[in-house]
């Protein structure tokens, strides 16, 4: 274990305390700190953005300032110091690798080890004088604030699950609405997520697409240009549809979508989907191959936009273990079954008819 | 728009009036408003609510309440059951920053995808 560093990009300079100099930070993010959020938000280097853990300054803090804690993924780093513009207080980052603060207490990394271990380790009990922290109220499933108060004497208060509402929280004298206590799922809230969900399927379709784009030539009686013009052109466009309604629509419409279960509303985006590519594509009903292409679409499309939905219940708010084990239960099986079959009618429809 | 639900009737939640002491923790904890604080007792008004988050749980000096916690994220529980090495939580390994290049700390744990 080290003290952090002074040469992080991010730190200004150092304050003198009754146990050595801690790095200062400012709550004025610069643009390389805006860039990285955005590169995190899209997968890019984003196990990767962390600070060092340990104590920091926010501003000028005092002997009676407020210690708050936080994760060292930079991005709940920089949202907890940029809420506090004009403020002093101590920073307290514990190693969760990385992870940010909800994921890494669900983990237990976040946790009442970690905590007491890092709180003396940077001597929080010489730096400040009163025996207070405030942590976000969503660390609560990795600390056991009876136990923190037990083995180290410091009192958790559990702040608002959100940075912004710390100053609020501080004025009102450590006191939470019930609105900072509710976890939100907002559209935007959801939005934001969608990138990085994305990216994901993305990098499966770099292989997959022209994998299909390849056999739509191969079967028929037209050629391999016409093929996999029309073919192999037509699975990318269905495809792609169904990356887009399963990994971008459905988490963005996802309460106005029918079902609870995350499968369903995917099913339902996914059917709608294959029903407005059937319009475009009902010139192409005329031989028995081409309506065998749309039944096969029609079995596909729901499978992955299903599969896709069911994934998002990892990045929701709301979804319990419990749940997700009985919608699998269902989902899992018929996804397989109805992409298999959907595969299976449409190398059908190349190949065989 | 008001708390969103998930299934019915699955929430493994549950709460002892007998051990518990009236402290409020669980109340403070719970991100969804599941519980509710009556006479001086603890007590579960939203059970579909319940993400089963384990924050009351583990908060309860009393362990009064008690839940089967874990994260509900399907990518972790297609990979618990196909034993790969991220049971507890969402994690999947990105082949981007991880496959071949060692950098899985100390075997610690998986970075997740998709908390």
Redesign the interface.
């Known amino acids: 274990m080290s003290l952090p560093s002074l040469r992080q990009p991010f730190v200004e300079g150092s304050i003198q305390t009754r146990v050595g100099s801690v790095p200062r930070i400012s709550s004025t993010l610069a643009r390389a700190d805006r860039l990285g959020s955005i590169k995190a938000r899209w997968?890019i280097?984003?196990?990767?953005y962390t600070v060092e853990p340990g104590l920091y300054a926010l501003g000028d803090p005092d002997k009676q300032a407020p210690v708050l804690v936080t994760a060292n993924y930079k991005m709940s780093f920089d949202r907890l110091r940029e809420a506090l513009p004009g403020r002093h207080a101590w920073i307290l980052v514990l190693d969760t690798?990385?992870?940010?603060v909800?994921?890494a207490?669900?983990?237990g990394?976040f946790g009442t080890e970690e905590l007491i271990r890092r709180g003396e380790f940077s001597k929080l009990e010489n730096i400040v004088d009163h025996r207070k922290l405030i942590l976000p109220?969503?660390s609560?499933?990795?600390?056991?604030?009876?136990q923190v108060k037990k083995l180290s004497g410091f009192k958790v208060i559990?702040g608002p699950?959100k940075a912004m509402d710390l100053p609020e929280f501080l004025d009102a004298g450590l006191k939470?609405t019930?609105e900072m206590?509710?976890?939100t799922?907002?559209v935007k809230e959801r939005t934001v997520l969608v990138p990085?969900?994305l990216v994901?399927v993305l990098?499966w379709a770099l292989i997959i697409l022209p994998a299909f784009f390849f056999l739509g030539g191969l079967g028929g009686k037209a050629g391999y240009w016409a093929g996999a013009l029309n073919y192999g052109l037509f699975a990318i466009a269905a495809l792609l549809s169904a990356v887009a309604a399963g990994a971008v629509l459905t988490p963005i419409l996802?309460?106005w979508l029918p079902g609870?279960?995350?499968s369903v509303k995917g099913l339902v985006a996914g059917l709608i989907t294959a029903i407005i590519l059937t319009v475009f594509r009902a010139g192409n009903f005329s031989d028995w191959p081409g309506r065998a292409e749309m039944l096969a679409w029609f079995l596909m499309i729901p499978a992955i936009t299903a599969y896709l939905a069911?994934?998002?219940?990892?990045?929701?708010?709301?979804?319990?273990?419990?749940?997700?084990?009985?919608?699998?239960k269902w989902a899992?099986p018929l996804e397989i079954a109805a992409g298999a079959a959907g595969l299976f009618i449409w190398l059908g429809s190349r190949f065989v008819i | 728009m008001g708390n969103l639900i998930y299934l019915k009737d699955v929430v493994t939640l549950e709460l002892d009036q007998e051990k518990c002491v009236g402290c409020g923790m669980c109340l403070v904890v719970c991100p969804h408003e599941v519980l509710s604080m009556n006479n001086g007792h603890a007590g579960i008004k939203n059970r579909d609510l319940c993400m089963e988050c384990g924050a009351c749980a583990r908060n309860c000096p009393t362990e009064a309440v008690t839940v089967q916690a874990g994260v509900g994220c399907a990518a972790a529980v297609i990979n618990a059951a196909l034993g790969r090495n991220a049971s507890s939580c969402c994690c999947v390994l990105e082949p981007d920053d991880d496959a071949g290049s060692g950098s899985i700390k100390s075997g610690v744990f998986n970075p997740p995808k998709c908390c």
């Open positions: 997968g280097g984003r196990m990767r690798n990385g992870i940010n909800w994921c207490a669900g983990k990394v109220q969503l609560g499933p990795g600390v056991a604030a009876h559990y699950i939470a019930p206590r509710n976890k799922f907002t990085v969900e994901s990098k996802l309460p609870r279960a995350f069911m994934n998002f219940t990892g990045a929701s708010t709301y979804t319990s273990l419990s749940g997700v084990k009985k919608e699998m899992v």
